[in-house]
């Protein structure tokens, strides 16, 4: 591919430094100083508070004494301060070029607990960026200080484009794909998605554990985090993948009261009413509730799905240096089960290699919406702050982790017409292949997922001479506690396509008839221990030049596995594994362009298997080796953002199957993955009314030492190729219809092996194009918005390892009031 070629990526970069610098210098010898202080409601001094002049690069932060001073050029403008749920603050300013302008003192309704979880943008008026994270590198950095790759999608964002869900935001997320939307079942994090070729979920909330085991409602979400490439060495490796995480950032509460009542509507019967209220209950405290109830039915002639959210949270400030945050996050969900059409048979006994060779029934269910399985997630937070002096704190986090699930979840074979017959006698041979499918169910009964973590983070940020260190250093400790059970029930066969059958007799009352027999349940039932300290520094060894060193030591502690009446069934184990990870970023234009590069570490702690020999081995420790480069830009006074590069991950130790003498399994772990590819992502906003996300991803993954079946082919996890998004907005400028916009994007998907093999062939997924369009009109007290989603009624297919249908067109027509 020409895009990956290094003369290509070479000459971008040699673009990008000389029209940056052309842009920088015309400012070079213009500019003046602007200086001030800013403090709380309560007359405190703010530190470490983002400040910056509207539509502009140009800000800072502030010091211990709530100060600012920094340079841009000469002009009038207004600084800015916006933090999370409080109407943003700004003041005019006049910078004049060789003189410094003193800004009145400026305040902030805000207390020093809220103002830690600040989230400003001095480019406010690129409305889709986020400039500074926390729980990235667990330091708070600025985008072009930070050698990771990630991407940031904004709650500004999904309210302009009528979302309501984690899983159809990341549609704006470069290079991650949704494969399966969300089981339900305990232990899952939400949908599955493919990043960088791995299979990745949602298992994080604020840098630590918060598993949700239905489609996670994004009532309470202020952001989305996906964090790209092997991350062990910060979040460890229970929560990540290979390929990168997902990690949701929440609302927090704050100073003031505000209120903001939602309803939604649409197609498919969709109902959703939202609050978010927050009120302080004295000065040192504040209390915040999101809660949204969603009922929508489905494109398909069964099928429906009830959720709650319901998410309080509490802050408290004890005194200058201590505060609390205590926060809770509860889910209930009622839901019919979506089609997965599994391989029973196949492809080459099919003779099916693509969608189009088979029948199935787009609108078809397949089975009645009678059939609904309960989920729930309930899940508590602790945050303690504490502040030692100006150049050390510490975090302390507790984490509990709950999931419940109890139902059945039906599922579909496809079978060729002589296993139909095996499984039905006297089903007829009809012309062709895949003429039926196998009706199956994969219950859970009372399920339980119960997980514990406690994090101490204590981060530091001081000189050594003139060199900057900014340093965490951390322990964690994870817990996690499986009880789940499942068990399984086949109902006969049903034609693929046909106008007479009655899908809806496979119902509740089949299902029902099913009961649980703990001889015939498959448990996960476990428990394991994990150990982590860490530690992470970025030195700033000149203004332009920066390191970043970590390094982390896991002790993994596995108590073996049981059988429902609590017979050991495997031997307790343990592993250590170290994770390290390196960056280094070079500014050619400070605070505009970084070119960075890292060497970063993944890794997992694989089950015992059995050897050549017939004897249970604990294996080796699966690890993830990626080397990355690229360019990360916040260039022409912040109107155009983004980042370019390119990875390559090698992973090793992956374990391959055999078959021996006398039919006996084994394994052996000496396999090896490849996968390298390209990311660009851009977040433009070239005129004061448009706002433009792009984003293109390139992934090569192969198979470099496995099976004789599966050599050097593509994982049929790894996802598609070839991704594409793409979203405009315009608001109409300063005029009595300010608030008003329009806003229109899609995505692209190159086409997905879901099967890859010798032995069964492929099965292709088909490329698709799907757009989107909507309208809003947003103003201070209230705000109205219409979404048309999927706007040209593309049928569509994801899918792990499976063919899941995909949701036609649908009108969302949402309304809301504000008061603040």
Same mark, same amino acid.
């Given at each position: ?68 001073? *920094? ?18 603050? =700004?003041? !005019? ?8 302008? +003193?800004?009145?003192?400026?305040? +902030? ?108 409602? &994004? ?22 993948s290979f390929g990168g995480l997902v990690n949701r950032v929440t609302k927090k509460p704050y100073d003031v009261f505000g209120l903001e009542i939602g309803h939604t509507v649409g197609s498919y019967d969709l109902n959703r009413t939202s609050i978010d209220l927050n009120t302080p209950l004295s000065s040192a405290v504040s209390f915040r509730l999101n809660s949204a109830y969603n009922y929508e039915g489905s494109f398909q002639n069964y099928g429906n799905s009830r959720t709650l959210a319901v998410a309080p949270s509490l802050a408290i400030k004890a005194n200058d240096k201590l505060s609390f945050l205590l926060e809770s996050e509860m889910f209930f969900g009622k839901n019919a089960a979506k089609p997965f059409f599994f391989f029973y048979d196949s492809p080459n006994a099919l003779g099916a290699h693509k969608v189009s060779d088979l029948n199935i029934m787009y609108k078809n269910a397949y089975v009645n919406d009678d059939?609904?399985? *309960? ?5 508590? *937070? ?35 017409? &002589? ?63 499986? @009880? ?15 106008? @007479? ?15 649980? %027999? ?19 520094? +970025?030195?700033?060894?000149? %203004? ?55 060497? /970063? ?10 050897? =050549? ?67 660009? =992502? ?33 994982? @049929?996890?790894?996802?598609? !190729? ?53 309208? *809003? ?11 048309? @989603?999927?706007? $040209?009624?593309? =049928?569509?297919? $994801? ?5 899941? !249908? /995909? ?14």
């Amino acid at each position: 591919m020409n895009i990956l070629r290094p003369l290509h990526f070479k000459l971008f970069i040699i673009l990008t430094v000389l029209l940056a610098t052309l842009n920088n210098s015309a400012f070079a010898q213009t500019r003046g100083t602007v200086s001030g202080r800013v403090v709380t409601a309560s007359n405190l001094p703010a530190s470490s508070v983002s400040i910056g002049l509207l539509g502009t690069q140009y800000g800072t932060t502030t010091n211990d004494n709530g100060e600012f001073s *920094f340079r841009a050029p000469a002009g009038s403008y207004k600084i800015i301060i916006s933090y999370i749920g409080v109407q943003t603050v =700004e003041i !005019p300013v006049t910078i004049t070029a060789g003189n410094n302008t +003193v800004v009145p003192k400026i305040t +902030v309704n805000a207390s020093l607990s809220q103002l830690s979880e600040v989230n400003v943008i001095a480019n406010r008026g690129n409305r889709f960026t986020r400039k500074v994270s926390v729980d990235v590198a667990k330091i708070p950095l600025n985008n072009l200080e930070n050698a990771q790759s990630y991407t940031v999608v904004t709650n500004e964002l999904l309210k302009e484009q009528n979302i309501f869900n984690v899983e159809d935001a990341l549609r704006n997320a470069p290079g991650i794909q949704k494969m399966w939307d969300a089981t339900g079942r305990a232990g899952d994090g939400g949908g599955y998605f493919t990043l960088r070729g791995f299979v990745t979920q949602t298992r994080l909330r604020n840098g630590v554990a918060g598993l949700v085991t239905s489609g996670i409602d &994004a009532a309470n979400i202020e952001k989305i985090e996906v964090i790209k490439g092997p991350s062990a060495t910060l979040f460890g490796s229970t929560l990540t993948s290979f390929g990168g995480l997902v990690n949701r950032v929440t609302k927090k509460p704050y100073d003031v009261f505000g209120l903001e009542i939602g309803h939604t509507v649409g197609s498919y019967d969709l109902n959703r009413t939202s609050i978010d209220l927050n009120t302080p209950l004295s000065s040192a405290v504040s209390f915040r509730l999101n809660s949204a109830y969603n009922y929508e039915g489905s494109f398909q002639n069964y099928g429906n799905s009830r959720t709650l959210a319901v998410a309080p949270s509490l802050a408290i400030k004890a005194n200058d240096k201590l505060s609390f945050l205590l926060e809770s996050e509860m889910f209930f969900g009622k839901n019919a089960a979506k089609p997965f059409f599994f391989f029973y048979d196949s492809p080459n006994a099919l003779g099916a290699h693509k969608v189009s060779d088979l029948n199935i029934m787009y609108k078809n269910a397949y089975v009645n919406d009678d059939i609904q399985s *309960f989920s729930r997630s309930m899940n508590y *937070f602790g945050t303690m702050n504490y502040k030692f002096n100006d150049k050390f704190t510490s975090s302390t986090i507790f984490s509990s982790s709950n999931s419940y699930s109890n139902g059945p979840s039906p599922y579909f074979y496809l079978i060729t017409d &002589a296993t139909a017959a095996t499984i039905a006698p006297g089903t007829p041979n009809l012309p062709g292949e895949a003429n039926y499918v196998y009706l199956n169910d994969q219950s859970t009964y009372r399920s339980k997922l119960n997980a514990i973590e406690i994090q101490e983070n204590i981060n530091g940020d001081f000189n050594i001479g003139t060199t900057r260190h900014r340093f965490v250093f951390g322990l964690d400790f994870q817990r996690q506690n499986s @009880n789940q059970i499942f068990y399984g029930g086949s109902y006969g066969i049903a034609p693929i396509n046909s106008p @007479n059958y009655d899908y809806g007799s496979f119902n509740k009352r089949l299902t029902d008839a099913n009961v649980y %027999d703990p001889a015939t349940a498959y448990p996960y039932i476990y428990k394991t221990n994990t150990y982590s300290a860490y530690a992470s520094d +970025v030195v700033n060894i000149t %203004d332009r030049l920066i390191a970043s060193a970590g390094l982390r030591v896991d002790r993994y502690e596995n108590k073996g596995n049981y059988s429902v009446t609590g017979t050991q069934t495997s031997a307790p184990y343990a592993q250590t594994a170290f994770s390290p990870k390196f960056g280094l970023i070079y500014q050619p234009i400070k605070e505009a362009l970084s070119l960075f590069a890292n060497y /970063q570490n993944g890794f997992q702690n694989p089950a015992p298997f059995t050897n =050549e020999n017939g004897q249970i081995t604990t294996p080796k420790i699966q690890n993830a080796n990626q080397i990355e480069g690229g360019v990360k830009m916040a260039l022409f006074n912040g109107k155009l953002n983004g980042t370019v590069s390119y990875y390559r991950i090698n992973l090793t130790n992956v374990l391959r199957s055999f078959t021996g003498p006398n039919s006996q399994f084994y394994q052996v772990q000496d396999g090896t993955q490849l996968s390298k590819g390209f990311e660009a =992502e851009i977040i433009a906003n070239p005129i004061a009314s448009v706002n433009i996300i792009a984003g293109f991803a390139y992934n090569d993954s192969k198979l470099t030492k496995a099976d004789a079946d599966v050599q050097g082919l593509r994982p @049929n996890t790894a996802g598609s !190729p070839y991704m594409a998004n793409f979203y405009a907005s315009y608001r109409l400028p300063e005029t009595s219809l300010r608030g008003l916009g329009i806003g229109f994007g899609g995505n692209y998907v190159s086409a997905n092996k879901i099967i890859n093999s010798v032995s069964q062939g492929t099965f292709e997924l088909p490329k698709y194009t799907v757009l989107n369009a909507n309208l *809003f009109y947003d103003r201070a007290q209230y705000r109205f918005g219409l979404a048309v @989603n999927n706007l $040209t009624n593309k =049928e569509y297919y $994801t899918g792990y390892t499976t063919i899941n !249908p /995909q949701r036609l067109r649908q009108f969302v027509l949402s309304a809301s009031y504000k008061i603040k």
